[in-house]
């Protein structure tokens, strides 16, 4: 962590050998930390230079450390100091990039190919979000959707909403627990449609990502997409499906509370996705006739002989949610958005 002032963990652990005592000599620190003579004397210097440590006058080789509060605190405003002044080179070119483009069809639209490229570019993207990233989920995948993106559990650690539309044919793809589950417990706000027109993300509504053909097996090559009416496009299209897709609920669910056992909610959840039975079986690690016996199991406790009278009663009881007939009003994305998901 204090790599970001200048510090590796050889530089911490000597400095730390330091705690609970007045001063130390060379060997007395080679005695604690038992690094070689020449890599230590080197160490004692860099630390020295840094303000940590102070050389003792005298014929011994002794040392003593200033302390944490002093110290740290000078480098790390020292830092804070550089990285103020790097932001604001940032925005000036920031600025001179937005005076200087914009005028031409092609400084709109990036084109990018290769898988490892726009994974690489949509984790840029990602990362830049600073209040909302709206993303469609479907095939094809730059990386296949094993785990929750790392980005995406950075930003909503951070606050950044995460609102995403997976269309049903996704969350095949996707692993339960490690990636739909994770996300869902830390804020994801996620609904699920019969059918996509494209994949997304959409940045802040300010920049988006699609793939260049929907109707490959591989991305390819995918679109990186700046404030225009495409743009808008792709956000008008992310409203709707957001409008119309059912939410999805999952044991973890930060807005799940006091509803069915995790395992029955999982069931519960999958089943108002419209997924085959077969493949619910899979996504819950279970055979077909384990998956159709707690299904038999489950409409018993509820009293209901139909799937019908099942979907009823769960939504009476309020294990699902239905989302609301009424059009957003102040959905950030009702204006702008658009691109792959965070799982490019």
């Not at 007395?28 to 102070?54: D, F, H, N, S, Y």
């Not at 490959?216 to 700046?226: F, S």
């Not at 609301?324 to 102040?330: G, L, M």
Request: aromatic share 4%; glycine share 8%.
């Amino acid at each position: 962590m204090l790599d970001i002032i200048g510090l590796n963990e050889t530089d911490v652990e000597v400095y730390d050998a330091f705690a609970g005592t007045g001063s130390l000599t060379v060997a007395e620190i080679r005695q604690r930390t038992g690094l070689p003579r020449q890599r230590l004397l080197r160490v004692l210097g860099a630390l020295t230079e840094k303000g940590l440590l102070v050389r003792l006058p005298g014929r011994a080789e002794a040392y003593s450390a200033v302390r944490p509060e002093i110290a740290l605190e000078a480098m790390l405003r020292l830092k804070e100091q550089e990285l103020a002044s790097a932001r604001l080179v940032a925005d000036r070119l920031r600025e001179r990039y937005r005076a200087t483009s914009g005028e031409r069809p092609v400084d709109l639209i990036e084109v990018i190919h290769g898988d490892a490229l726009i994974a690489e570019r949509a984790d840029q993207l990602l990362r830049s979000a600073e209040r909302e990233v709206a993303f469609v989920d479907k095939p094809p995948y730059a990386q296949t959707p094993s785990v929750l993106h790392p980005a995406e559990r950075d930003l909503l650690g951070r606050g950044v909403r995460f609102r995403g539309v997976y269309e049903r044919s996704a969350l095949e793809m996707h692993d339960l627990s490690s990636d739909l589950e994770a996300g869902l417990a830390l804020g994801e706000e996620a609904r699920v449609v019969t059918s996509a027109p494209l994949k997304m993300i959409v940045v802040d509504q300010r920049v988006g990502l699609v793939p260049l053909r929907s109707d490959l097996p591989e991305v390819g090559a995918a679109l990186v997409i700046h404030p225009c009416a495409l743009l808008d496009a792709l956000g008008a299209v992310f409203a709707f499906l957001w409008q119309s897709g059912l939410p999805l609920r999952l044991p973890g669910s930060a807005e799940l509370a006091d509803v069915a056992p995790s395992d029955d909610a999982r069931l519960l959840a999958l089943l108002t996705t419209g997924l085959p039975d077969r493949s619910i079986a899979k996504q819950l690690g279970m055979s077909y006739r384990t998956f159709q016996r707690r299904l038999r199991d489950l409409m018993t406790a509820l009293g209901a002989t139909t799937r019908f009278q099942a979907g009823l009663q769960v939504a009476t009881r309020g294990w699902v949610t239905l989302p609301s007939t009424q059009p957003p009003i102040d959905d950030d994305v009702s204006e702008r958005a658009g691109s792959p998901s965070p799982r490019p």
